[in-house]
């Protein structure tokens, strides 16, 4: 590294890492890369933020715990999610489904045996 760093400190103009726009601009460079890092950690800090918050509606919107019919064992939560549909998650084997009603979200499941649905891949419903 320190050959290369050396070399960039005599010919800056070399030195990809000061372009910016297809220009040689150093300090549009650096203010374009903390642009970037302020946007990624916005974008992450946003994305926790929405999970939290789903989260915090699963807790909200918990209605029981009962047999997974996928894996069979009695891991699977349902949710009444803001009084509007079921949803239902197995803690185990991570098979979900939704609909309008409870057994329709049952039937959702049943209708994703073998599929290798796992909700934990995407633990906010807006991934899915
Ligand atoms: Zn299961």
Not at 95 to 103: A, E, P, T, V
Request: hydrophobic residues 30%; contains cysteine; charged residues 30%.
């Amino acid at each position: 590294m320190g050959e290369w760093s050396d070399y960039f400190e005599d010919f800056p103009e070399e030195n990809p890492a000061n372009y910016f726009g297809g220009r040689f601009d150093p300090a549009g460079a650096i203010k374009a890369r903390e642009l970037e890092t302020q946007a990624l950690q916005a974008n992450s800090e946003i994305k926790k933020m929405l999970a939290d918050a789903w989260k915090a509606e699963k807790e909200r919107s918990f209605l029981v715990v009962e047999m997974c019919p996928q894996c069979g064992l009695k891991e699977l939560s349902t949710y009444k999610i803001k009084g509007k549909y079921f949803l239902c998650e197995c803690q185990d084997c991570g098979i979900y489904g939704r609909g309008k009603s409870h057994s329709e979200a049952l039937k959702s499941i049943e209708d994703a045996y073998g599929y290798g649905l796992d909700w934990r891949d995407n633990p906010v419903p807006w991934g899915r």
